[in-house]
């Protein structure tokens, strides 16, 4: 399971520099191997609103979690200490570099 943070979902959604990548990343993953937490998806929504891109939002839950299936989950504070440790140990966790 690949949990995508918040500035990966926004590289693609607002095509940043790195929306490729995230492309490519999507298109290699099968839907049932990604997941989001509803933090994530909460401040895709506020940042989607901030810039006016209500519609994009609206398509990206339609298109994510609706239509795909992508996963969403909820993180208790235990296992936020253990996302760290999960990123080392298995490079589960994908970040996008920033340049």
Not at 11 to 33: F, M, W, Y
Not at 46 to 69: A, K, P
Not at 79 to 87: D, G, N, P, S
Request: glycine share 6%; with cysteine.
């Amino acid at each position: 399971m690949f949990l995508l943070d918040t500035n990966v979902w926004l590289e693609r959604l607002l095509g940043q520099a790195q929306a490729k990548g995230v492309g490519d990343l999507l298109d290699v993953l099968s839907a049932t191997e990604i997941c989001m937490t509803d933090f994530t998806l909460h401040s895709i929504g506020v940042i989607c609103n901030r810039l006016g891109q209500r519609t994009v939002f609206t398509e990206f839950v339609q298109d994510t979690l609706i239509d795909s299936g992508i996963v969403m989950t909820s993180l208790p504070p235990e296992a936020m200490q253990r996302v760290e440790m999960m990123q080392m140990k298995c490079h589960r966790i994908y970040y996008l570099p920033r340049k």
